[in-house]
T-cell receptor
Framework: GAGVSQSPSNKVTEKGKDVELRCDPI?????LYWYRQSLGQGLEFLIY????????KSGLPSDRFSAERTGGSVSTLTIQRTQQEDSAVYLC???????????FGAGTRLSVL | TQLLEQSPQFLSIQEGENLTVYCNSS?????LQWYRQEPGEGPVLLVT?????EVKKLKRLTFQFGDARKDSSLHITAAQTGDTGLYLC?????????????FGTGTRLKVLA
């Protein structure tokens, strides 16, 4: 596609449920990034992929969070047993490679009730 | 932990006024990026500064990188309502062959007609 696409754009879930957020990067971009943005705040870096590999998972907030990328393309961020503090906008970005400009999607707004 | 602090946190000005926002780090930047984020969208890269003392201009926006590469500023001349948004500075850090992107706390600018 022309840009980074994220789905769903909005997700409302009940505390304790699992959610899966999807990111479709720009075609040909080898690097992919996930961020979390709480209301009106800066971005919190969660994880990056170089190809299908995530070299450093220490930025994930807890072991309830996991991410994977397949085929060097689509990535999913999964949050298990959601908590209210998980409510935020989850942003995905991709770049040609790690040293290149990041292009962001519009984000998924997650609300945990 | 490297931190990026931005000031002011909020700024509300009239159209036509000038303004400056700041980004400061606890340690030396290798390079620094400035982004603007509008509501409901992901951040968009404005500029990357690399060299200490560097000044870059983008129409009415002037970006300056401090000589010691620990601070940066963004000056907007004759602000317009279209400049409204969240301004974020960011940098990439690396350690042990892995990377992190650190974003500042952001300056939320509102330009009033």
């Amino acid at each position: 596609g022309a840009g980074v696409s994220q789905s769903p754009s909005n997700k409302v879930t009940e505390k304790g449920k699992d959610v899966e957020l999807r990111c479709d990067p720009i075609s040909g971009h080898t690097a992919l990034y996930w961020y979390r943005q709480s209301l009106g705040q800066g971005l919190e870096f969660l994880i990056y992929f170089q190809g299908n590999s995530a070299p450093d998972k220490s930025g994930l907030p807890s072991d309830r969070f996991s991410a994977e990328r397949t085929g060097g393309s689509v990535s999913t961020l999964t949050i298990q047993r959601t908590q209210q503090e998980d409510s935020a906008v989850y942003l995905c970005a991709s770049s040609l490679d790690l040293m290149n400009i990041q292009y962001f999607g519009a984000g998924t707004r997650l609300s945990v009730l | 932990t490297q931190l990026l602090e931005q000031s002011p946190q909020f700024l509300s000005i009239q159209e036509g006024e000038n303004l400056t926002v700041y980004c400061n780090s606890s340690s030396v930047f290798s390079s620094l990026q400035w982004y603007r984020q509008e509501p409901g969208e992901g951040p968009v890269l404005l500029v990357t500064v690399v060299t200490g003392g560097e000044v870059k201009k983008l129409k009415r926006l002037t970006f300056q990188f401090g000589d010691a590469r620990k601070d940066s500023s963004l000056h907007i001349t004759a602000a317009q309502t279209g400049d409204t948004g969240l301004y974020l500075c960011a940098q990439m850090t690396s350690a042990s062959g892995t990377y992190k992107y650190i974003f500042g706390t952001g300056t939320r600018l509102k330009v009033l007609a």
